[in-house]
């Protein structure tokens, strides 16, 4: 077993969970992309709206106190939502309710989710002051037209102030922050190919101007029950083509790469030094907390989801359905799934010891070796050593290929984890 930090887990042994995720659900508007467990409250999310917000905190206070025993932690994200809608105060009372039932360990990375029309200097100092030390920005877009398009709140203005405003918080606590962009945008009619990238190099370069230290770049894509959903059904939603696509991803990882970017994960960047340590946990099949509804949890791999509306988190909590120590050291999440999220990193997944300590026999080992051969004869899966990784750029943006072949593979296997 590989006992490099951010190595995957052995289902065996699995390592305590020293992160956890909070989902904070209340947003201004839905995106037109969004798909999350969220709950819109209006352009004027104050006043009337701080009851609700009240009760949802006192709720996942309750989960958190009622968790099983851990270490202290050592990264810790407030997602959404927009989880900026909270107060300063709101923030310290949920880090405190961690540091309480866990511990926040000496340098812990502890992260909060800000949407660029939801705070201004005060209240960015009040988040610093009550113990956040790294901000992921949805900024999304620099172009008013594109965030008009997504459904989103802020315009390019208040996108560029809020930089401004993290640029120079850098010294009052601020560690690290990341810009997040939408790449494969909806087209516009009659948009040639080239004017496309065009517009995407200005949005990469503008970024990079910016100066964020890390950048999470996505791939719009079309969730079922959203508003581009409906559009495309009515055919009103033009997306890139696939080779298309491929360009832009290029075209990001070149920009980037040559800017100082290292590509350590399919869709993140950073300088050196501020990859996300978070999101790492993710990646490495190791475990994690998640609290609020419709979070997801992990807390020795095995995925442990919640209601995604406010009524069904509360009476789950009523019922006392919080997972117990004895369900969360359950055997951890499937082989196929260890792989996957294994490979979305740069420096890839120790796949033989993965095989080796699921049991997994030679004739199945050669199966698979077989389906992804085309993938290393092309380059774009590399096997080295017991290491196998995805090339970097052309094997990390062909990665839905390789990964579809091992969930197939592994879909043909009679035997199954425990935690599928």
Do not use: K
Request: proline residues 7%.
């Amino acid at each position: 077993m590989d006992s490099a930090p951010g190595a995957p887990l052995s289902r065996s042994r699995p390592w305590p969970p020293r992160s956890a995720y909070l989902h904070i659900p209340f947003c201004h508007r839905r995106c037109f992309y969004c798909d999350f467990p969220v709950v819109p409250l209006g352009d004027r999310a104050d006043g009337d709206h701080s009851a609700s917000i009240r009760s949802y905190l006192t709720l996942l206070e309750s989960e958190i106190a009622a968790a099983g025993e851990g270490p202290p932690l050592s990264t810790v994200y407030l997602g959404g939502g927009t989880p900026s809608l909270l107060t300063p105060g709101q923030v310290g009372r949920l880090l405190g309710a961690l540091d309480r039932r866990f511990g926040l360990a000496a340098g812990a990375e502890i992260s909060l989710e800000l949407d660029p029309a939801s705070f201004d200097v005060p209240r960015l100092r009040g988040y610093l002051a009550a113990g956040v030390n790294r901000v992921s920005l949805g900024g999304q877009s620099f172009d008013d037209g594109v965030l008009l398009a997504l459904g989103r709140r802020h315009r390019a203005e208040e996108l560029a102030q809020a930089i401004a405003w993290l640029q120079q918080a850098r010294g009052l606590g601020l560690r690290s922050w990341s810009l997040d962009l939408i790449q494969g945008l909806p087209l516009s009619a009659g948009a040639t190919a080239t004017a496309v990238q065009d517009h995407w190099q200005v949005q990469l370069r503008t970024a990079i101007e910016a100066g964020a230290p890390h950048l999470s770049i996505y791939d719009l894509i079309v969730e079922p029950g959203t508003v581009f959903e409906r559009r495309q059904q009515r055919g009103e939603l033009l997306l890139p083509d696939d080779d298309l696509s491929a360009d832009l991803m290029a075209l990001t990882w070149a920009e980037l790469v040559a800017a100082g970017y290292g590509h350590y994960e399919i869709s993140n960047y950073a300088v050196p030094g501020h990859a996300s340590r978070h999101n790492r946990v993710y990646w490495s099949g190791a475990g994690w907390w998640g609290f609020g509804m419709g979070a997801t949890g992990a807390p020795w791999g095995r995925r442990q989801p919640r209601p995604r509306t406010r009524q069904g988190y509360a009476t789950w909590l009523e019922q006392g359905q919080v997972p117990s120590p004895a369900i969360a050291r359950e055997p951890s999440m499937p082989l196929d799934e260890r792989l996957m999220v294994g490979l979305r990193r740069r420096e890839g997944v120790n796949g033989a010891a993965l095989l080796a300590a699921e049991g997994v026999g030679p004739e199945a080992v050669a199966a698979l070796r077989g389906r992804l051969r085309p993938y290393m004869q092309a380059g774009w899966l590399r096997l080295e050593g017991s290491r196998w990784r995805l090339s970097d750029p052309d094997g990390l943006a062909l990665s839905n290929a390789v990964l579809r072949e091992i969930l197939a593979w592994w879909q043909e296997q009679p035997q199954r984890s425990l935690g599928d």
